[in-house]
């Protein structure tokens, strides 16, 4: 009789459902992060460079992550310096355009916060990073995926081959001349921009707020511009 009760017991213990806790660690029974498409966590000590990012809202009603092209090199570790300038909360997501995809309907059914490698999220006026090595060649996707956000413009492509696409950019010799942080422009004496055929002279560039905030009056710089929505934009500098 007392082994049929443990037995019984044993039996009963087997077939009880598991209740999961109430905290979100990692995906919805996806694969870890160590095996994702886009990658596995870097090591902080060997971190090839660094991109600034900036997470905002603007007054058109956009929601933007704004930084130098994501341009990478494969086998690169990129340290992602996060800081969201905006008056919401946002996040930024690594992953495939796919699984963003997938996961931007779950969050829209169910607001969740992640603790996973490839992903941070950030209250206003909050700085983070993600470190991140790019061990696959492909296009992937950074993005915040809290619900209207996607929508509202706050993705942007990240781009991973054998050679890095900025090695071929031709960057331009300059003078800033004038720097008005609030409108959000740079006056530039600059050399030939020569994948724009455009001479040399002494322009106004937009640029965005990281960027600007590494810049001062009277500064030699190297820059790449480029036509933004229409606009010339200084897009990356050193």
């Known amino acids: ?26 995906g919805h029974g996806e694969t870890k992060p160590a095996a994702m498409m886009v990658g596995m966590p870097g090591d902080a000590a060997k971190v090839d460079r660094t991109i600034d990012v900036t997470l905002l809202e603007n007054d058109e009603g956009q929601m933007l992550i704004e930084s130098e092209p994501m341009d990478i090199k494969e086998g690169e570790t990129i340290r992602f310096n996060i800081t969201n300038k ?78 890095m696409a900025q090695a071929d950019v031709e960057y331009t010799s300059g003078t800033i001349k004038k720097i008005d942080a609030k409108a959000g422009k740079v006056t530039i004496i600059h050399g030939p921009l020569v994948t724009l055929d455009m001479p040399a002279m002494t322009m106004v560039f937009r640029a965005d707020e990281t960027m600007i905030a590494n810049m001062s009056e009277g500064q030699d710089i190297e820059f790449v511009a480029d036509r933004v929505k229409g606009k010339l934009t200084v897009t990356q500098i050193k």
């Open 1 to 26: 009789m007392k082994n049929l009760l443990l037995t019984t017991s044993f039996a009963i213990a087997l077939s009880a459902p598991a209740f999961a806790a109430g905290t979100h660690d990692g």
């Open 86 to 163: 905006g008056e919401l909360e946002h996040e930024f997501v690594l992953d495939t355009v796919e699984r963003n995809a997938e996961h931007k309907i779950e969050m829209a059914k169910m607001d969740m916060e992640h603790d996973d490698p490839n992903r941070i999220r950030l209250d206003a006026g909050a700085s983070g990073e993600v470190v991140w090595t790019f061990s696959n060649s492909g296009t992937f996707e950074a993005a915040c995926l809290i619900a209207g956000h996607y929508e509202s413009g706050m993705h942007r492509e990240v781009a991973v081959g054998e050679q």
